[in-house]
């Protein structure tokens, strides 16, 4: 059972904006960065974010991510059917000692 | 960049003994910077960390995994491993090789292989 509560699923038309929510604790979220991934249908993760807020070179800028507190966000703006895909925030467990994911949320372009 | 790609045994018998490895290219798991991850996802469901290896050879283990696990790096064939003893049906899942680099405040994985699944069934 994961530690890091996320939507089942979101949806938006293209174009839209669509923001994921990553709900955990003071031991995970509260006091470690947020990394978030993207993973489309039977692909390998691919890193979205890191340090909470932080863009690898080449994810364009439509992609963010915050945190306050124990929750964090990954927004997604001009939403496009290539976006369809599982989103999971990830960090590390202070108490588990291990990495831990989320539940994962499917985005759904309408 | 890097590029890391799993090889390994698709099919494992009950109770017997998950090996797989991760080559590495586009750059060398010798040099520091960086830890090799495995991370698994069963069919359907989220992903799991697994463990790491850190350049210089110190590891670090999901403590749920951790009585039945090694991971071990060759240097000089640029790889790091996965050996996963005492398997079942509930070890059946894609496993991915990942890197970490150390530049960042946090952990995170920037580099991924494509993923292999392993199945335990006799």
């Known amino acids: 059972q994961s530690l890091l509560t996320q939507p089942p699923s979101v949806s938006a038309a293209p174009g839209q904006k669509v923001t994921i929510s990553c709900s955990g604790s003071?031991?995970?979220?509260?006091?470690?960065?947020v990394s978030w991934y993207r993973q489309p249908p039977g692909t390998a993760p691919k890193l979205l974010i890191y340090?909470?807020?932080k863009r690898p070179s080449g994810i364009p800028d439509r992609f963010s991510g915050s945190k306050s507190g124990t929750s964090a966000t990954l927004g997604i703006t001009g939403l496009q059917s290539g976006d369809e895909a599982d989103y999971y925030c990830?960090?590390?467990?202070?108490?588990?000692?291990?990495?831990?994911f989320g539940t994962g949320t499917k985005v759904t372009v309408l | 960049h890097l590029q890391l790609q799993e090889s390994g045994s698709g099919l494992v018998k009950p109770s017997q003994t998950l090996s797989l490895t991760c080559g590495v290219s586009g750059g060398s798991s010798s040099t520091g910077g960086y830890s090799w991850n495995w991370i698994r996802q069963p069919p359907g469901k989220g992903l799991e960390w697994i463990g790491y290896i850190y350049h210089g050879g110190s590891t670090y283990y999901n403590p749920s995994l951790k009585s039945r696990l090694a991971i071990s790096i060759d240097r000089s064939k640029n790889q790091f491993s996965l050996t996963l003893r005492s398997v079942t049906a509930a070890d059946t899942a894609v496993y991915y090789c990942a890197s970490e680099p150390d530049y960042a405040s946090g952990t995170h994985f920037d580099y991924w292989g494509q993923g292999l699944l392993v199945t335990v069934s006799s």
């Open positions: 340090d909470n807020n």
């Open positions: 003071t031991s995970n979220t509260g006091n470690n960065y």
């Open positions: 990830g960090t590390w467990d202070s108490s588990l000692n291990a990495y831990v």
